[in-house]
C-alpha cells in the first residue's frame, strides 16, 4: 500500500457533511457543558462528531455503538478503580479487561475499542465515583443525539446521484464493449489486436463492483431517511436496471474471451459470424436504450440522436448449423446473444 492511499480518498466529503459535523460537535459542547456542570464535555463533542455519518443508517447505528461503548467502558473503569485504587497500571488493566469483556459479549470491533477507549478517558481524566461515571455517561448520550438529530434536520444524505452516475457509466461501456467485439468479428485481428481487446473487457469488473457498491450506499443513505419517499422510485428503477446489466457483464467477458480462444482469420468470411455481429451492435443499441429509460445515460443529450427509441433486438436471431469448423464458436456466441436477449427484454 502507498503511504498516501492510506491517509487519502479518492473523493473529498461533501462540504456540508463537514460544516454538520462542525455543527454537531459545537452543539453539544455547548448543550452538555450548560447541562452537565464540571469537566469540559469532550464525551459529548466525542459522540457527536462521531455520530454524523454519509447516512442515517449509519448514524444511528454510530449512536448505538457509542452509547453502549462508553456505558460498559465506564462502568468497568469505575469498578476497577473501587477495587485496586487510583493506580497508574489500573489504566493498563482496564484496557486489559475491556476488550475481554467485549469479546465476551461479542460486541463489534468499534463497540469493543470504545469500551477500552471509554474506560481509559474515565480513568485519565479525573475522578471516577458513581457520580462522575453517570455525568460522562449522560454526557454522552446528549452528544449522540445531538449528532443523530442534526444529520436527520439538516438535509440528511441521499447518495442516488453517484449511484446513477456508475450505472450509467457501466451501460455505456458494456453497450461500447459489444460495439468493439462485433467490429472485430467480420474482420482480422493480430494477435495484439486481440488481447487489447480482452483487455478493454475485463475492465467491466471493476466498473461493475463500483456501480454495485453505490447502489448498496444509496440504498442504506434511503434508511430512515425523512427524504427517502422522492427517491425510493428512481432507486427501485436503478437497482433493476444494475440486475439486468450484470449478467450481461460476465457474458459479454465470455463472449470476447471465446472469440479470442477460437479465433482463425477465415471468421470475417463466414456469413453468421457476420449476422452475430450485427446482433451484437443491435444487443448495444438496447444496452444503450435501457440506460436512457432509466435516465442514467451520463450525456444523455448526445447519445440520444444515436439510440433509437426503438429496441433493435426484437426477436432472437436463428441460424442453420454452420458448415464450416466454427461452430463452437458460433453456438457460444449465440447461446450468451440469447441470454443477452432476454435479459434486455426482461424475460429471466
Sequence with gaps: MRFPAAIRSARRAPLLQVLKSAAATIAAWLIAGWLIPGPLPVFAAIAALLVVQPSVNQSLSKALERSAGVIFGVV?????????????????????????????MRASTGTGNQVAISAVLVLALGSSNPDYALDRIVETLIGAAIGFVVNVAVVPPVLTAPARRDIGLLGGELAASLDRLADALPVTRTAPQRQELMLEARLLRPMKDAAEASLT????????????????????????????????????????????????????????????????????????????????????????????????????????????????????????????????????
Excluded: C, K
Aim: proline residues 6%.
Design 76 to 104: 468497568i473503569a469505575v469498578l476497577l478503580s473501587l477495587l485496586l485504587g487510583a493506580q497508574s497500571w489500573v489504566v493498563l488493566a482496564a484496557v486489559l479487561v475491556a476488550l475481554l469483556a467485549a469479546w465476551a
Design 217 to 348: 450506499a444509496a440504498e442504506e443513505s434511503l434508511s430512515l431517511n425523512p427524504r427517502q419517499g422522492r427517491h425510493r422510485d428512481d432507486l427501485t428503477q436503478l437497482r433493476a436496471l444494475f440486475d439486468r446489466l450484470e449478467p450481461a457483464v460476465t457474458q459479454v467477458i465470455g463472449m470476447t474471451r471465446a472469440y479470442i480462444d477460437h479465433y482463425e482469420d477465415s471468421l470475417a468470411a463466414d456469413p453468421t459470424v457476420r449476422a452475430i455481429a450485427e446482433q451484437l451492435h443491435r444487443a448495444g443499441h438496447d444496452v444503450r436504450l435501457a440506460v436512457q429509460s432509466a435516465d442514467a445515460a451520463p450525456d444523455a443529450d448526445d447519445a440520444a440522436p444515436h439510440t433509437s427509441a426503438v429496441p433493435a433486438l426484437t426477436t432472437p436471431l436463428v441460424v442453420r448449423p454452420p458448415a464450416s469448423d466454427h461452430w463452437i464458436l458460433v453456438g457460444s456466441l449465440m447461446e450468451d446473444l440469447r441470454r443477452i436477449h432476454g435479459e434486455l427484454r426482461d424475460e429471466t
